[in-house]
């Protein structure tokens, strides 16, 4: 709290005083559009590495690799912290580019490689803090997820506000993509039981949740700026309880989107499914199929498919370089040259090792 505290007149003034930013941003509201296309995930905190940032780049160039996807919203949120926290968010708060993120997507933009900013939307530990009005409750207190984490409803004016500013902050710095994670209503522990201080009579899930794209779409769309949404692997399926209980119904969210990536890694499907005793076990199928499946749904979109693949060991006794390598040919057998590749502790020594050539 004390840093949070510390940091925030800091970030007042640059939101206040846009004229301190890089004069390469404003080159980059007349880019062509670009959306991911063969990447790995980066956290802030390795990107702000030079060292070992550099020798991310250097090992993606000789991987084939162009895409960076990197976390951006503990970064960039800080001035709209502060004005939620101060009750001072409004329709009317207007949005500025981002010093950090503007030097970083010009950083990337020369060497050629994709910057697609990750965005967190929903599940927020910072905001619910700073505001439990906003957040899903259950019974007297406020709603966590298995692992702690606290949530915002989406149906708060203000939350969608919070982080449709944030999007546009991105797509300010001159990045190429927005990312959306969590993009949904929680469905862990007790969620089906939590309360939703917002709801609004009416209004399904999942119309609230292609209301918010729709003014991503409309914020974002005077840059160029792409927009992407990650999902559960299992939602590539549909089946009718996963769209109604987390607010994600593909077909209707892909008029709004340029890219979707599905987060297919085999290990996430539980025993058993599709008759597989251990799915961490079997690379090439579960991708496979989730993009046939994802395909279907999209029959018609202009929506793009690029995956997220597993590149980390979670219960696959045969993870590998040859795990990587399947997974890559599940998505090009179905006609899909991009994937993304997830480790949450950015060790790629293995995917490396897969696709250099």
Same mark, same amino acid.
């Given at each position: 709290?004390?840093?949070?505290?510390?940091?925030?007149?800091?970030? %007042?003034?640059?939101?206040?005083?846009?004229?301190?930013?890089?004069?390469?941003?404003?080159?980059?509201?007349?880019?062509?559009?670009?959306?991911?296309?063969?990447?790995?995930?980066?956290?802030?905190?390795?990107?702000?590495?030079?060292?070992?940032?550099?020798?991310?780049?250097?090992?993606?160039?000789?991987?084939? %690799?162009?895409?960076?996807?990197?976390?951006?919203?503990?970064?960039?949120?800080?001035?709209?912290?502060?004005?939620?926290?101060?009750?001072?968010?409004?329709?009317?708060?207007?949005?500025?580019?981002?010093?950090?993120?503007?030097?970083?997507?010009?950083?990337?933009?020369?060497?050629?490689?994709?910057?697609?900013?990750?965005?967190?939307?929903?599940?927020?530990?910072?905001?619910?803090?700073?505001?439990?009005? %906003?957040?899903?409750?259950?019974?007297?207190?406020?709603?966590?997820?298995?692992?702690?984490?606290?949530?915002?409803?989406?149906?708060?004016?203000?939350?969608?506000?919070?982080?449709?500013?944030?999007?546009?902050?991105?797509?300010?710095?001159?990045?190429?993509?927005?990312?959306?994670?969590?993009?949904?209503?929680?469905?862990?522990?007790?969620?089906?039981?939590?309360?939703?201080?917002?709801?609004?009579?009416?209004?399904?899930?999942?119309?609230?949740?292609?209301?918010?794209?729709?003014?991503?779409?409309?914020?974002?769309?005077?840059?160029?700026?792409?927009?992407?949404?990650?999902?559960?692997?299992?939602?590539?399926?549909?089946?009718?309880?996963?769209?109604?209980?987390?607010?994600?119904?593909?077909?209707?969210?892909?008029?709004?989107?340029?890219?979707?990536?599905?987060?297919?890694?085999?290990?996430?499907?539980?025993?058993?499914?599709?008759?597989?005793?251990?799915?961490?076990?079997?690379?090439?199928?579960?991708?496979?199929?989730?993009?046939?499946?994802?395909?279907?749904?999209?029959?018609?979109?202009?929506?793009?498919?690029?995956?997220?693949?597993?590149?980390?060991?979670?219960?696959?006794?045969?993870?590998?370089?040859?795990?990587?390598?399947?997974?890559?040919?599940?998505?090009?057998?179905?006609?899909?040259?991009?994937?993304?590749?997830?480790?949450?502790?950015?060790?790629?020594?293995?995917?490396?090792?897969? %696709?250099?050539?």
């Amino acid at each position: 709290m004390k840093r949070t505290m510390f940091m925030a007149p800091v970030f %007042l003034l640059v939101f206040f005083v846009p004229a301190f930013l890089p004069q390469s941003v404003e080159k980059e509201f007349t880019k062509q559009k670009r959306v991911s296309q063969r990447g790995i995930y980066v956290t802030a905190w390795v990107a702000r590495l030079p060292k070992r940032f550099n020798a991310l780049k250097a090992e993606c160039k000789t991987a084939g %690799l162009n895409t960076f996807v990197i976390d951006a919203k503990e970064m960039i949120s800080r001035p709209y912290l502060e004005l939620a926290r101060q009750r001072k968010l409004t329709p009317e708060t207007k949005a500025a580019a981002n010093p950090w993120l503007a030097k970083l997507a010009a950083e990337l933009h020369r060497e050629n490689f994709i910057l697609s900013a990750r965005i967190v939307v929903f599940k927020d530990d910072h905001l619910v803090l700073a505001r439990p009005d %906003l957040g899903v409750h259950l019974g007297g207190g406020l709603y966590r997820d298995k692992k702690g984490g606290k949530w915002l409803d989406p149906y708060s004016d203000e939350a969608r506000l919070y982080n449709a500013l944030m999007a546009e902050t991105a797509a300010l710095s001159g990045v190429d993509e927005i990312q959306f994670d969590y993009i949904r209503f929680p469905a862990e522990g007790g969620a089906r039981n939590a309360n939703y201080p917002h709801a609004k009579e009416g209004v399904t899930k999942v119309d609230i949740i292609c209301e918010f794209l729709k003014d991503v779409r409309r914020r974002i769309d005077p840059y160029n700026t792409s927009l992407a949404v990650d999902i559960f692997g299992v939602t590539a399926w549909q089946s009718k309880i996963d769209i109604e209980s987390l607010g994600q119904d593909l077909k209707r969210m892909a008029p709004y989107l340029d890219v979707l990536s599905p987060m297919l890694y085999p290990s996430h499907f539980h025993a058993g499914y599709d008759g597989f005793a251990n799915p961490g076990s079997e690379p090439y199928y579960f991708i496979n199929t989730g993009v046939k499946q994802a395909k279907v749904i999209l029959s018609g979109e202009a929506t793009v498919l690029v995956p997220w693949l597993q590149g980390f060991n979670m219960a696959s006794p045969n993870f590998g370089p040859n795990y990587i390598r399947e997974q890559v040919r599940a998505c090009k057998d179905e006609g899909l040259e991009g994937f993304l590749i997830w480790n949450a502790r950015n060790d790629y020594s293995v995917s490396f090792r897969a %696709l250099s050539k």
